[in-house]
C-alpha cells in the first residue's frame, strides 16, 4: 500500500514537472527579426542610438564604473549578450507574438505577452535617481518621430 501511494506520488510530480515545461516562458528573439516588419521603427532606433548602443554607452563612461548592476537597464536581456535595450526590452520577450497573425491583432499580440509601453514602462529604467535621467514618453515619442524625418 505505502508503496503504491510513493508511486502514485511520484508519477503525479513527474506529471507536474512535464506540464510546466510545455508552458516555457516566453523568449527573447531579437531587435533583428522584429525589423522585417517594422524597419522604420528599426532603422530610427540604430540611427538615434540612446538605446541601440545603450551597453556601449555604458562601458565607456568615464563617470562610474561599469559592472553587472548597469546591465539592468543597459541590456535587453540584463547580459551583455545582447548589447542595447533592444525592441523586446520594452516591448517584453517576443517569442510568443512574433507572427504576422498574432501581430496583426492587437488584442491577440497584448494577450500573447506584447507590451504597449507606457510612462511606468520608462520608469522601469528613467527614474530620475542617480544617473538615470527622467523621461516623459510623450516627449521621447515625439523626439523619436522627429528623427525619422
Known sequence: MKRTLKVMAISIGLVGIFALSAEAAPTYIGAAKCKMCHKLQFDTWTSIGTHSKALEIAKASDKR?????????????????????????????????????????????????????????????????????????????????????
Open 65 to 149: 564604473k561599469f559592472d553587472a548592476t548597469c546591465l539592468t537597464c543597459h541590456s535587453t536581456n540584463k547580459s551583455e549578450t545582447v548589447t542595447g535595450v533592444e525592441c523586446e526590452g520594452c516591448h517584453g520577450p517576443g517569442s510568443d507574438y512574433k507572427t504576422i497573425p498574432v501581430m496583426k491583432d492587437r488584442t491577440k499580440s497584448a494577450a500573447a505577452g506584447l507590451t504597449i509601453p507606457t510612462q511606468a514602462t520608462c520608469v522601469g529604467c528613467h527614474d530620475s535617481k542617480d544617473h538615470h535621467k527622467a523621461v516623459d514618453i510623450k516627449t521621447a515619442v515625439v523626439h523619436e518621430h522627429k528623427a525619422k524625418k
